[in-house]
């Protein structure tokens, strides 16, 4: 349990010599640097008087004039890629398509675009969208704005509209980067920069000459902002990360410094603008002298062309999640290639697993060794921790391990009661942390925390990642305390996926779950109709569409007739049926049964309402059929949450469960009190009772064969049952990963 979500206990709120503000439990002791402000009170409370009083999120010593403690570098991040730049002026710096600038080049350009951002008010704690198509001006617009000492926000020109009006309305950028966008048009106080090659369109007046030294930067202090990037949000709205010119500096610097960078070397712009990833992808390329190689869009969503343009490309360096590298390098090995030019992976946004095909292709290579490194980090730290996986593939791990901590930075695996443990959630401090959240005081309070552990003042950020030791002493990836997925790495909120649903007008209430699938997870939505009419699954879907990216939209949507609850009244998430795998189909109807109606005992209908294709790589279902038909017939029955009544919930020489026959409400029936599945069959009922130990919170039983005092294996009942009995419900955790 974590102690800084709501347990029902007391809280306090603490604040720091910076003003900062940090939710606190009780029973904890107040870190040294740390004075308590209000409290102690109800979590709520707390949050309140946090959202009430600390408006300005600002550090004091920036409202002073002075720096807080300097970077491990002690320059500013314009200031490391002018120095990366000086190594090398005449070689390429960006390539994209027909186009190549030269380092000198980018920053003659970004200089010029600088000066007009400054003429405009850009500086210190300014904000600038950058809303540019995948270009080499989406660079020199990148470089320009920390020139010109402001943050910049990249925008995805194909994000939707709605969306893009939302991070727009929220980030209240000063200027937006772009050369046009239908929801600037309809908003005409936004101000706009378009035209080409990153210069306004018309020109500025007032702006100087078109050449000469960048703006005055002396103003501009680490805590200052670099960039703000948004990630989902578990109370269905985006939020926005902001961080400081020290953390982007500190990551640079400790790449240059760590990784095996050279002149000269290729990188591929492969990552989302959107994804925090494509700041160290790109920056940290331009500081180490290196080349910026942009594939084209229609290119980098396919990976039979994107294979095929690494190799024509001569690329050295690629960042990608796991589940993109896999399929890379599947069609890489299809195409007969080993990409004889990549050196270096990085691999971030998503647990790191070595299969066998990584390693036959990291071990057959010609061309020499391959590295893979495993870069650690939420949004809110960017990076934490990085492990470099090279010499013999045979020998890598399957579980790649966190690693050291950056330089700069420090990872604490604590128990709920902050103490250190060798599993525990893992809480991140140090030079890598962001500000908080951008406009929003009270989350920012919940997630960075006061450090206990650390100087006095100090701050960490709580992951919501669990890890554990392993036997060499490494740290691995073990779960989430929370519901947050990761999706082709990016980090997915389910609560924000169920809020643009419930905006649907034909949805009544959604849940939505992520589920296995092959190399990652899925998203899988469940809706219920707002009235008589059945949700329209063509609409339903390009409602999802209008207002989410891509990666958070749905691959299954199902219609139920009521979501499952437990006696608490709560939403049973491991009672929501689980559509399959991919691809799959329901074999013809038995004899007697009508396709789509519910199989008996089930608790609804379940109604796949269409596996969209909205992403890179996704498969079309096969075999899509109507309500119902989209399931496994050896799976529907176990899967749509059916539970056998009376003994089923019975324990060898244990009392009942105190639910045990309770009318429940189930999916099928809204509204209506019923039993929970009708009357067991004696034989059903028996053989539940001896599949032995039931889940502590589903009632269940647990799977795995369990010995019944008599040398027997206690499933061989259950496989003879099967022909005369309806089948019998798995236990929790056994296809529903």
């Known amino acids: 349990m974590n102690p800084f979500e709501d347990t029902g206990g007391r809280y306090l709120v603490l604040a720091d010599g910076e003003g900062r503000h940090s939710l606190w439990p009780e029973p904890l002791p107040v870190p040294p640097g740390w004075r308590t402000v209000h409290g102690p009170g109800p979590y709520d409370s707390c949050v309140a008087h946090v959202e009430e009083h600390w408006t300005d999120q600002r550090p004091a010593s920036l409202a002073a004039g002075r720096a807080g403690p300097a970077g491990a570098t002690g320059r500013m991040p314009a200031e490391l890629l002018e120095e990366g730049a000086a190594r090398d002026p005449a070689a390429a710096a960006v390539v994209y398509e027909d186009e190549t600038l030269t380092h000198r080049e980018l920053h003659a ?61 929220d980030a209240r950028p000063a200027l937006v980067l772009t050369p046009d966008h239908p929801v600037l048009r309809d908003e005409p106080g936004k101000r706009e920069e378009s035209g080409e090659r990153g210069e306004p369109a018309g020109g500025c007046p007032g702006d100087g000459p078109a050449d000469g030294p960048g703006p005055d930067r002396s103003g501009l202090l680490p805590d200052h902002p670099a960039y703000v990037v948004y990630t989902s949000g578990s109370t269905g709205t985006p939020k926005g990360i902001v961080m400081p010119c020290r953390g982007l500096a500190n990551l640079l610097d400790w790449h240059r410094t760590a990784m095996p960078v050279r002149p000269g070397k290729r990188t591929a712009q492969f990552t989302a603008i959107g994804f925090d990833f494509s700041v160290q992808e790109i920056l940290a390329a331009l500081v180490a002298g290196q080349t910026v190689v942009i594939p084209p869009d229609e290119v980098r969503t396919d990976m039979d062309a994107m294979a095929e343009w690494c190799d024509r490309q001569r690329v050295n360096e690629l960042f990608a999640p796991t589940s993109v590298l896999d399929a890379l390098l599947a069609a890489a090995r299809a195409r007969g290639s080993d990409l004889p030019a990549l050196t270096d992976v990085y691999q971030g946004g998503e647990a790191l697993t070595v299969d066998g095909r990584i390693r036959a292709f990291a071990a057959g290579r010609p061309a020499g060794p391959l590295r893979v490194h495993n870069i650690y980090g939420p949004a809110e730290t960017h990076a934490a921790t990085a492990y470099t996986l090279d010499g013999d593939p045979t020998d890598w791990p399957a579980a790649a391990p966190l690693g050291p901590a950056l330089t700069g930075a420090r990872c604490y695996v604590l128990d709920e009661r902050l103490r250190p443990a060798d599993t525990g959630e893992l809480y991140i401090a140090g030079a890598q942390l962001a500000r908080g959240y951008l406009g929003r005081p009270g ?126 009244g709560k939403l049973d998430r491991a009672a929501l049926p689980d559509p399959g795998a991919p691809g799959e189909a329901e074999p013809a109807a038995p004899a007697g049964r009508t396709p789509g109606r519910p199989h008996p005992g089930r608790t609804g209908p379940v109604r796949p309402v269409r596996r969209g294709a909205g992403h890179p790589g996704a498969r079309p279902r096969r075999g899509l059929l109507p309500a119902g038909r989209a399931l496994p017939a050896r799976r529907r029955a176990d899967r749509a949450g059916a539970r056998p009544a009376g003994p089923a919930h ?41 599949a032995g130990p039931l889940h502590r919170r589903t009632r269940q039983p647990l799977p795995g064969p369990r010995r019944n005092g008599r040398g027997g294996d206690r499933r061989r009942p259950l496989h003879r049952a099967r022909p005369r009995h309806q089948r019998l419900p798995r236990g929790p955790g056994r296809g529903r990963r």
């Open 109 to 169: 350009r970004a200089d010029r675009l600088a000066r007009r951002l400054a003429a405009r008010g850009v500086g210190p704690e300014s904000v600038v969208a950058v809303l540019l198509p995948r270009s080499a001006e989406l660079v020199v617009a990148m470089v320009a704005v920390l020139k010109a000492g402001g943050a910049y926000l990249p925008v995805e020109t194909g994000y939707p509209r709605e969306r893009v009006a939302f991070l727009l309305r």
């Open 650 to 690: 019975l324990r060898p020489g244990r009392v009942p469960h105190p639910h045990a026959g309770r009318p429940r409400r189930t999916a099928g029936h809204r509204g209506a009190v019923t039993p929970a599945a009708g009357p067991a069959r004696p034989l059903e009922g028996e053989h539940c009772a001896l």
């Open 443 to 568: 989350l920012t309070a919940r997630r960075f925390v006061a450090d206990p552990h650390g100087a006095p003042g100090e701050r960490m950020y709580r992951s919501g990642d669990l890890v554990r030791r392993d036997a060499a002493g490494e740290l691995v990836f073990a779960g989430r305390t929370d519901d947050q997925v990761k999706i082709r790495g990016f980090r997915v909120e389910p609560g924000e996926t169920e809020a643009a649903l419930l905006r649907h007008p034909g949805v009544g209430r959604a849940a939505v779950v992520a589920r296995r699938d092959v190399g990652g997870h899925r998203l899988v939505g469940y809706v219920t109709r707002s009235g008589p009419d059945p949700v329209d699954p063509a609409d339903l879907r390009a409602h999802a569409e209008a207002l989410l990216p891509a990666h958070q939209v749905p691959a299954v949507l199902v219609e139920l007739d009521d979501l499952p609850l437990t006696a608490n």
